[in-house]
């Protein structure tokens, strides 16, 4: 099987019936980012900022985080590079910066806690900018969002940024471009929110990961818990197909970067409700180029309608298996 992906690697990634679907890796560490520029050239659907300031021993600086994203900026300059702001707090703590809470998934997380500290978020978002001085590839993105009004503080902090970089290289002749912003659609809250967010952003990305963690009440990394935690539980279905639906309508384009998008069956699924951008770890790439290439579309709704009247995940198992095994 492996030689059979390989040989369709760098394929373009469309399913027998040619539908097209954009493929985007997810990433954090440096060698993730390397290895895509010399393998793959994707864009990077979600570059967890987090990691490179979990990996240090104190706040990076405006100008070290300046070099750090300019390498991921320039690492596929034709490529969109979704950058999250520092999404910490929950499962990913900052060893200079502890936060003590009785429930942190309940918690100061993600853009909770930047908003609170703007400092910190401004300086991050003014290094994105600076880094992307002269070239277009920068989109941001905001996680952990409930609520409109966090949509707007974060949109007012990047407008500050934007104006304070535009003057500070008034007399120089580069170009700083207004990226694209769009939020983590990763709290249940949003799912009943969606019209009125989609005015304030360019781009939805499902957050599928934690959207299955707050929606079935299970702490994703609890492992007394894990047997409930599973993104394939048939409300969660029902959820990423909802989402789907309401982007489409409100023509806003939305990504899936959770784990569920670099799973043969879930990118199946996925297809069949409407997705046409996964993000993904980069050794799952070029399995699900692979696995999307050799279905159908029509088959992927197929499987999603039953996939959805299911009763259980293990159900919903059964019918990926004994659709995977058909297919050899
Ligand atoms: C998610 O929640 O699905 C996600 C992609 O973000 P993270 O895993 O970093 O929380
Ligand atoms: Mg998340």
């Known amino acids: 099987l492996s030689k059979r992906i390989e040989a369709q690697a760098g394929q373009p990634c469309k399913t027998e019936d040619g539908c097209r679907i954009q493929l985007y890796i997810n990433a954090g560490l440096s060698a993730e980012v390397e290895l895509n520029a010399n393998i793959h050239n994707a864009g990077i659907g979600l570059y967890r900022t987090e990691i490179p300031f979990m990996l240090r021993e104190r706040f990076p600086s405006e100008q070290e985080q300046v070099q750090l994203y300019r390498q991921i900026l320039e690492s596929s300059p034709e490529q969109p590079i979704t950058m999250r702001t520092l999404d910490v707090g929950g499962d990913k703590p900052l ?3 502890p936060i003590n809470e009785e429930n942190p998934f309940l918690g100061w997380r993600g853009i909770r806690l930047t908003l609170d500290h703007p400092e910190i978020f401004l300086v991050q978002v003014r290094a994105m900018l600076r880094a992307s001085l002269g070239m277009n590839n920068l989109q941001i993105m905001l ?5 409109v009004s966090e949509v707007q503080e974060a949109k007012r902090l990047i407008e500050q940024a934007f104006y304070e970089i535009s003057d500070e290289i008034k007399s120089q002749n580069i170009q700083l471009h207004r990226p694209k912003l769009g939020i983590m659609l990763e709290v249940p809250s949003v799912l009943y929110q969606l ?4 005015r304030h952003v360019d781009f939805f990305s499902v957050g599928s990961n934690d959207l299955t963690q707050y929606l079935l009440a299970v702490d994703r990394n609890n492992t007394r818990v894990a ?9 969660v279905l029902s959820a990423l197909y909802d989402i789907v639906r309401q982007s489409d309508h409100n023509q806003v384009p939305v990504t899936i970067c959770g784990e569920i998008a670099g799973e043969p069956g879930g990118a199946i699924l996925l297809m069949g409700m409407g997705y046409r951008r996964l993000s993904m770890n980069a050794y799952n790439l070029r399995k699900i180029n692979w696995v999307i290439r050799n279905v159908s579309l029509e088959e992927s709704k197929e499987l999603l309608s039953c996939a959805l009247t299911a009763n259980t995940h293990e159900d919903v198992y059964i019918l990926i298996n004994n659709y995977l095994e058909q297919k050899g």
């Open 195 to 198: 019209p009125q967010l989609a």
């Open 143 to 147: 996680p952990m969002i409930s609520s």
């Open 95 to 97: 060893p200079y910066f």
């Open 227 to 235: 047997s409930l935690y599973n993104s394939y539980h048939p409300a």
